[in-house]
Nanobody, 123 residues
């Protein structure tokens, strides 16, 4: 069973940056897709970014395009989310997800999910 563990969340001031990490215990397939999501209190889960394990294809939600960058390290079974120019509206629990299908990740139908890490943007 694949386990995903996020880390790197915390408190950051507006305009600041954070890098989130999602480590997979293993990955049974050679090719797979990973993504990042967030959920703020009282709001629905929002897809943010997705990437293929080959690293050749990435996709971003309009809300984070140009500020967030997803990347992957296959040797470490780890995916990252670099978040820049954060604002209070970015406050949420951030989770990663993985699936063999890119579309499944983008549609939040991924097979594997992490527990999430809290990101709070406040002065």
């Amino acid at each position: 069973q694949v386990q995903l563990v996020e880390s790197g969340g915390g408190l950051v001031q507006p305009g600041g940056s954070l890098r989130l990490t999602c480590a997979a215990s293993e990955w049974p397939l050679r090719n797979y897709a990973m993504g990042w999501f967030r959920q703020a209190p009282g709001k629905e889960r929002e897809w943010l970014a997705a990437i293929l394990s080959t690293g050749g294809i990435t996709l971003y939600a309009d809300s984070v395009k140009g500020r967030f960058t997803i990347s992957i390290d296959n040797a470490k079974n780890t995916v990252y989310l670099q978040m820049n120019n954060l604002n209070p509206e970015d406050t949420a629990v951030y989770s990663c997800a993985g699936d063999r299908l890119f579309a499944a990740v983008v549609k939040a139908e991924a097979e594997y999910w992490g527990q999430g890490t809290q990101v709070t943007v406040s002065s």
